[in-house]
Structures are given as C-alpha cells and as structure tokens.
C-alpha cells in the first residue's frame, strides 16, 4: 500500500523533469561559439545575379529604396547584435566580409543568409589592391562555409584600379563602392551617425557602414537609423535587389 500511495508524486515528478529538459532538446545544437546565432534551418540561396566587371556607387532612383552594407566582419559581437536589429525590424542589408574571419564562425555566416540578407566579398586580408587569387580565395571560403557564392565584391579602402577590376571581374564579381559612408570609421558620435545616415539618404544609396573591427557605436545605431530611414518612406533591401538582382537557390 506504502508503494502504491507514492506512485502519485512520482508521476508529476517525471513530468516535471520532462518539461524542463524537453525545451532543450527541442532547441538543437548547443550554442555556437560564433555570436550565439543557428543556422541552417531554413532555405539558404546558393547565390545571386549580378554584372560582373561593373562598378556602381548607386542604384536606380525610381523606387524609395536604400542599401544598408556592412563591412570588415563577421565579427562574434557586433554581426549579430546587427542581425538581431534587422531581424526585428524586418530590413534587409548586405555584409561584404573578410575570408580570414570567416572559421569558427560559419553559423553566422549562415545567419546572413538564413535572415534573408547579402554576403558580398571584401577579399582575405583586407590589403590594398587585391588580386585574382585574394579574391577566389575569399569566395572559396564562404562557399565552403556557406553554400552561398558572392557576386558582389567591396574593395578594401575603396582602392580601385585596373588590376583590382580585372581581378573582380575574372571571379565574376561586380564592384560595389558607396554612395556616403555612416561615418562609423572615424567614430563619430552616434546621434551625428544617425541624423548624417537619415538625412543624406536619396534614392538608390548605398550606405557604408562597419560590422567588424571596433566599431561598438554601429549596433546601438542601427535601430534609430532604420526607422528614421523607414519614416522618410525608404524601404530598405540587399545591394544586388536595389540593383534589380536575386538570388538563387
């Protein structure tokens, strides 16, 4: 009788154990050492449209639309707290990334993507005129880490020259550069960033911003940029739709 009358506190026992582990398990993979981010989850493109050997700083004026971009990352702090703004605000951006960060933080990368926003290619080391091999090199890293080829290549420092244009366009890329820049690399304070991002924004910017090196002032940017950008009526998209590209899948 003593074994039958426990038997009721030992039930909700069981089940109370159950609920605490099943949301674990539930969730997948522990936690990544790359910014805390999952990934591969859902449906991630393989690459994107674009003209390669073009140079653009701009796009098309006809729609209200701007081009946030990111450089220098991924970086395991400040990439995902720029997601996670994104993400909640429903904008879209487009990172043009380092091959050198790009081990052990994979799952980020795949974030990117999985977010619905854009890799582009910064070549390895951030040098002053990269060539052919830099740039193949940083576009074999991220399909390896990603799946995702990137047709959309960033010179280090803006720095473009014959050789540089021929290197891009050798990988099938199309060279990016900017409309302004956020000021984010000199470190302005932050409310001068946001009223210098909002207010200079026309249709068909593209606006240079910094997700690695240090740049802490950025994350804590964004949110006020993207909705004094959304309140000026801009939609904001990924570089290769501003420029009437997509992805592929």
Not at 124 to 131: L, S
Not at 179 to 188: E, K, R
Not at 207 to 225: E, K, N, W
């Amino acid at each position: 009788m003593a074994a039958r009358g426990a038997l009721p506190f030992v039930l909700p026992l069981c089940c109370l154990l159950f609920a605490w582990i099943a949301p674990t398990s539930a969730a997948g993979a522990p936690p990544r050492p790359n910014g805390g981010t999952t990934a591969g989850l859902g449906r991630e493109p393989t690459g994107c449209t674009s003209h390669p050997g073009r140079v653009v700083s701009a796009g098309p004026t006809a729609a209200r639309e701007v081009a946030l971009t990111f450089d220098d990352g991924p970086s395991a702090t400040q990439t995902p707290a720029i997601l996670a703004t994104l993400n909640r605000l429903d904008a879209r951006a487009t990172f043009f990334e380092e091959g050198r960060h790009v081990a052990g933080r994979e799952g980020l990368m795949r974030e990117i993507l999985l977010d619905g926003d854009e890799i582009g290619n910064h070549s390895f080391d951030h040098p002053h005129y990269p060539g052919f091999g830099e740039l193949a090199a940083t576009n074999r890293r991220i399909r390896e880490a990603t799946g995702f080829e990137p047709c959309l290549f960033r010179p280090p420092y803006g720095l473009l020259d014959p050789q540089v244009a021929e290197a891009a366009a050798g990988n099938r890329l199309e060279t990016i550069l900017w409309t302004f820049s956020s000021g984010d690399d000199h470190h302005v304070p932050m409310a001068r960033m946001q009223a210098h991002v909002i207010g200079s924004a026309r249709p068909g910017s593209i606006v240079l911003m910094h997700d690695g090196g240090h740049h802490p002032q950025t994350p804590l940017a964004l949110p006020r940029i993207v909705e004094g950008l959304r309140e000026r009526g801009f939609r904001l998209v990924t570089v290769s739709e501003l420029l009437g590209g997509h992805f592929l899948y």
